[in-house]
């Protein structure tokens, strides 16, 4: 059996900017994070070893000095609430998720509906609208109605939504509307991008995918997704223990890709199992990258420096 690990993949330098803040020791037992800095086991375990704490809001009790806002952004409206109460706020939202805020700003002060293609759930969505009055979240054909009788609409995405279907919802959006003015600013950032082309060209390669995250990480799904859509049977693990010798059964070539908040370490150890497994036999494998190369965060900020 061959084994090919997927050009790009695992965590993004958004999400590993914010460990390596939470990290940092000048906040050692002082910093408490609000929300889910990622979604993955691993690194959230990680992070409490450490003496993180997390909270869900501002709302529990919280018994630091420090508190932080995670990669996904927040609504300004909580850092002010933040300030407020006392607590030094350190805002680790991504570059890229803060491009998202700049262009539904923007779409505001020109008149535009804001619509936000995601997740109404997903806390980045929130973090982008939870300061608006008036605006609309789309994830399918059936949101579409909330648009009839908006005469400017303004269109961006959730950044780690897959770009093909978000260019199918503005297609239907423009062709539902014609009297409207839409603009769409695409804010599918490049390390989605990335991961999601080279899931594609792994797919186009083997007959089975072990796509590698946390069981809530949206991203890692649509990875799992985007390889059954292509007829290529996938498996969704979030630790390398998950993994079965039946699951490869009958199967010649393994891909190996990973969601944006997937660690280097559970990739690695997935693969060595992978490679180790009883009764697989392997004929060539493609390693991941090297660990100081990962995860490749000069080409991943290129788009927005
Ligand atoms: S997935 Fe994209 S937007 Fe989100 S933290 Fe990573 S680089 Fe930033």
Redesign the pocket.
């Known amino acids: 059996m061959k084994v090919t690990v997927a050009k790009a993949l695992g965590t ?4 590993q900017d ?1 460990i390596d803040l939470a990290l940092d020791d000048s906040l050692r037992d002082d910093l408490t994070i609000i929300g889910e800095l990622v979604h993955n086991p691993q690194t959230v375990n990680r992070l409490r070893e450490a003496g993180v704490r997390m909270v869900r809001s501002l709302d529990e009790d919280i018994d630091t000095k420090n508190v932080m806002i995670t ?2 952004g927040a609504p300004v409206s909580l850092r002010q609430n933040a300030e407020a109460k006392g607590y030094k706020v350190f805002d680790a939202t ?4 803060m491009r ?1 805020h700049k262009a539904v700003a923007t779409f505001l002060r020109d008149g535009y509906h804001p619509v936000v293609i995601g997740q109404v759930d997903h806390v ?1 969505v929130r973090g982008i609208v939870g300061d608006l009055d008036d605006y609309t979240v789309v994830l399918d054909e059936s949101d579409l109605e909330k648009l009839i009788g908006k005469k400017k609409i303004g269109i961006v995405s959730q ?2 939504q897959p770009i093909d279907r978000v260019l199918q919802l503005v297609r239907l959006i423009e062709a539902s509307f014609p009297d409207a003015e839409v603009d769409f600013q695409d804010t599918v ?4 991008k990335d991961r999601q082309v080279a899931v594609r060209e792994l797919a186009a390669m083997v007959d089975l995918m072990i796509v590698v995250g946390g069981f809530n990480s949206s ?1 890692t799904k649509k990875l799992k997704q985007v390889s059954e859509d292509l007829g290529v049977k996938a498996y969704h693990i979030d630790k390398a223990s998950l993994l079965k010798p039946e699951m490869f059964e009958g199967h010649h070539h393994v891909g190996i890709t990973a969601g ?2 997937t660690p280097y370490e559970v990739i690695l150890e997935v693969y060595e199992e992978i490679l180790n497994l009883p009764g697989v036999e392997l004929s060539e494998c493609s390693g991941p990258p090297p660990r100081e190369t990962f995860p490749g965060k000069e080409a ?1 900020e290129e788009e927005f420096v």
Do not use: R
């Open positions: 993004c330098f958004g999400v914010a990669a996904h991504c570059p890229l998720v998202v980045e950044s780690t950032c490049k390390p989605t991203n944006t908040s991943e």
